[in-house]
């Protein structure tokens, strides 16, 4: 039996959907063990699973991170793990450089965009190793 194209779409939408509340579930994983990690790992989700543009695919993982942060926020806090008196300056200065950087993406081409992200996650690795 031959589907209609309404059918396959809708079987295409269901598979889509799937594959969104898989990936959120990964990456809330991994953001409640490495923290910002979690976003890091959102980007390549976003561009290579679900095919969304490298500027797109940025712009989600930071929609994601909200809800997730503030989560973690409430369970790290819960035992004890965060120190206000640093983490609270620390914020201030995440907000302030998330407003540049936001302001950066839009200007930077997605080409220098990748290889920027290659090397801190480069970076990343070696200091990990260390």
Request: net charge positive; proline share 2%; aromatic share 8%.
């Amino acid at each position: 039996m031959k589907k209609t194209k309404t059918e396959t779409k809708a079987k295409e939408l269901k598979t889509k959907n799937v594959k969104i509340i898989i990936s959120g579930i990964a990456i809330g994983i991994l953001s409640g063990l490495f923290s910002s990690g979690g976003g890091i790992i959102a980007v390549i989700i976003f561009n290579r699973i679900l095919k969304l543009s490298d500027k797109d695919s940025r712009a989600m993982a930071v929609c994601c991170i909200l809800p997730m942060v503030l989560t973690s926020l409430f369970f790290y806090n819960k035992g004890n793990y965060i120190d206000w008196k640093l983490g609270i300056p620390c914020g201030i200065g995440g907000v302030i450089g998330g407003t540049i950087g936001s302001i950066m993406l839009q200007k930077i081409n997605d080409k220098y965009l990748q290889l920027i992200f290659i090397a801190f996650l480069i970076y990343s690795a070696i200091s990990i190793i260390r």
